[in-house]
């Protein structure tokens, strides 16, 4: 049987205020969250999301690398007895070299980087040339993180695609140590985040079935993630005090993980509760009226391992947009999260969902 709540977490949850919001069914799939108890259906539905992919991604950036902050390059003034010289475009967006000032590089081409150089040098040395070769790449980078072998930061000092990408993080993460070569990353909740918005890759067709129409290129900062699919946990987001996962064991009903959350905080909407199941590209939406549950009026939800709760301060009218909303939010605190702890960050950023690898 499910726990009872502590009575403070009660009266606490019992508190929260209550406010209506109506939502559209347009385009929608039901689910039930009830389908294994005794009880009566509650508002709920699943809904698809619009996840084509942009054509246009498929294609190379075939722009010139342009310089930016870390990146080292190594300069050679030719028939200098000087030789190579390694140097690296500093955070101000400068380099030094030879008797020069700080040269503005930033947002130049490695061309455009030797041409300046060599009018800066014709002050000193009559019809100068010079050789530039790029050493390292810092300031595009990608992030591939979680169930992959060598998880970290990658350079893009040239086009990379996704499955790229993952070959230079040694690719997916197997179970050595049992002998099993069984793949540990859930591609299903595998996301790809670029400039804080989620892009619809299907990891899951890219890897599983070969669908390279899901194989896009990367741009600088883009964030990979693929978590393990021994995970059980359960997510609970949005207005409680204490956003978090909870380790999921027998079972979790709706009132319980909230009360784990230490309960509802002032403006939400617990009669818009969602709750999200399956796969990020597809997913399922439960809408819970969750003050009639503390109120006796309608029975517990149990939950399932990876649901997704989010508890609303406004939720959209359409259940799609709903959906992306607690999708989109769920995948940008993740993203936060493990991007903080592979930096070396001991605190979480954002909600501390406690989400590991």
């Given at each position: ?37 005794a ?11 619009n ?11 075939t ?11 190594d ?51 009559q ?48 179970s ?14 595998s ?14 067709g ?10 896009i ?128 960050s ?12």
């Amino acid at each position: 049987m499910t726990p009872p709540l502590p009575s403070p977490l009660l009266s606490l949850l019992a508190a929260a205020t209550l406010a209506s919001c109506s939502g559209s069914s347009q385009h929608a799939r039901k689910f039930d969250p009830l389908a294994t108890q005794a009880a009566t259906s509650a508002d709920v539905v699943k809904t698809s999301l619009n996840h084509s992919l942009n054509p246009a991604l498929l294609t190379p950036d075939t722009s010139e690398f342009r310089l930016g902050p870390g990146d080292v390059i190594d300069i050679e003034l030719l028939g200098s007895a000087e030789g190579t010289q390694s140097t690296f475009v500093g955070p101000d967006g400068r380099i030094y070299f030879h008797l020069l000032e700080g040269q503005q590089v930033w947002g130049l081409t490695l061309a455009e980087t030797r041409k300046l150089l060599e009018h800066g040098i014709s002050r000193f040395v009559q019809s100068p040339q010079i050789s530039i070769t790029l050493r390292e790449v810092h300031s595009r980078r990608v992030w591939v993180l979680g169930r992959v072998s060598t998880p970290g930061l990658f350079e893009l000092a040239q086009p990379m695609t996704v499955l790229e990408a993952i070959s230079k993080a040694g690719g997916l993460f197997t179970s050595r140590m049992s002998g099993s070569t069984e793949e540990l990353a859930d591609l299903h909740h595998s996301f790809l985040i670029r400039k804080g918005q989620l892009v619809p890759v299907d990891f899951n067709g890219l890897i599983r079935k070969g669908d390279t129409s899901q194989n896009i290129y990367l741009q600088a900062d883009d964030f990979i993630y693929l978590p393990s699919a021994l995970g059980s946990e359960v997510y609970v987001m949005g207005a409680v005090s204490q956003p978090r996962s909870i380790g999921f064991k027998d079972q979790l009903s709706l009132l319980t993980a909230i009360a784990h959350c230490r309960g509802f905080i002032k403006g939400a909407k617990p009669s818009r509760v969602a709750i999200v199941r399956g796969s990020l590209r597809d997913p399922e939406i439960a809408v819970v009226d969750a003050q009639a549950i503390l109120t006796g009026k309608s029975p517990d939800v149990l939950l399932k391992p990876k649901d997704i709760v989010f508890i609303p301060q406004s939720s959209p009218n359409s259940l799609a947009a709903y959906a992306e909303l607690v999708v989109s939010t769920f995948a940008r605190t993740v993203a936060a999260n493990e991007g903080a702890r592979a930096a070396g960050s001991e605190s979480p950023v954002g909600l501390n969902l406690g989400i590991t690898p």
